[in-house]
């Protein structure tokens, strides 16, 4: 509406300066023309640089996140180095409302900040997605400089990944660098966690008998069974762990 205004009072001045005969007339109805001109082409250029008549609004968005990994039993977040330098990331993440989408964060880094907060233990990974805003503070403002279509336009947008300790952190090409490695020594590590999870197996049913000599056999074989299982997850987490440290710094 504002340009609207501005068109007005320069066909009202150029008529003042031209049509209307008695001198002191023209001149105060011809400033006030020009007055409205140049106070509303101030508060134009205000508008598009300072934001005149706006405030900043955000807006905040939790979701659970799913492992990135093809694997269903590792835990993994993504990025990806952009720009030529390759100093900047985004980051690739899926949420429990699109498990099979990959999204990722925006890459401009002067509108996306992140942060990777990797905690203690195992609790749910989450993300925190806090969108901020240009907003017209009121109906009166974004009737006057609406025309200029910059309501709702973006700020920042900050990312907060929390995850647990589990979860594994890698690049793209460390994530590719990682399968390659695990594949080559699938053989080697399946062999080793046999090994290892006999031998947990056998500890545990060792203890257990010492303290109830009179376990039955199906005890015994449920016990063994739940051993196995948590063996062999800690021996992969410790396995993947380990590859993980060697890729990082090979990748250095």
Same mark, same amino acid.
């Given at each position: 509406m504002i340009i609207a205004l501005v068109i007005i009072a320069t066909i #009202? #001045?150029?008529i003042c300066m031209t049509a209307i005969k008695p001198a002191n007339l023209r001149i105060v109805l011809s400033s006030l023309c020009a @007055? @409205?001109?140049v106070a509303s082409m101030v508060l134009m250029v205000k508008n598009d640089r300072e934001h005149f008549g706006m405030h900043r609004v955000s807006q905040t968005k939790n979701y659970s996140l799913v492992s990135t990994a093809s694997s269903a039993n590792t835990s993994m977040l993504l990025y990806k180095?952009?720009?030529t330098a390759g100093k900047e990331k985004t980051y690739l993440y899926k949420t429990t409302e699109q498990p099979k989408k990959m999204q990722h964060t925006d890459p401009d880094p002067g509108k996306s900040q992140v942060k990777v907060v990797q905690q203690k233990g195992t609790a749910a990974a989450k993300l925190k997605v806090v969108t901020t805003r240009w907003q017209?503070? !009121?109906q009166t403002a974004k009737f006057w400089f609406g025309i200029a279509a910059n !309501?709702?336009?973006l700020i920042k947008r900050k990312y907060t990944f929390s995850v647990g300790n589990n979860w594994f952190v890698l690049s793209t090409s460390q994530a590719q660098a990682l399968q390659k490695q695990l594949k080559q020594n699938q053989a080697k590590l399946q062999a080793a966690a046999k090994v290892y999870v006999a031998s947990q197996v056998k500890a545990k049913l060792a203890a257990a008998l010492a303290k109830n000599p009179t376990m039955s056999a199906s005890e015994r074989q449920l016990l063994s069974q739940q051993?196995?299982?948590t063996a062999a997850a800690a021996y992969q987490q410790q396995a993947l762990a380990q590859a993980v440290q060697q890729i990082k710094q090979q990748t250095k």
């Open positions: #009202l #001045l150029f @007055v @409205v001109i180095a952009i720009g017209y503070r !009121n !309501n709702h336009k051993t196995a299982k």
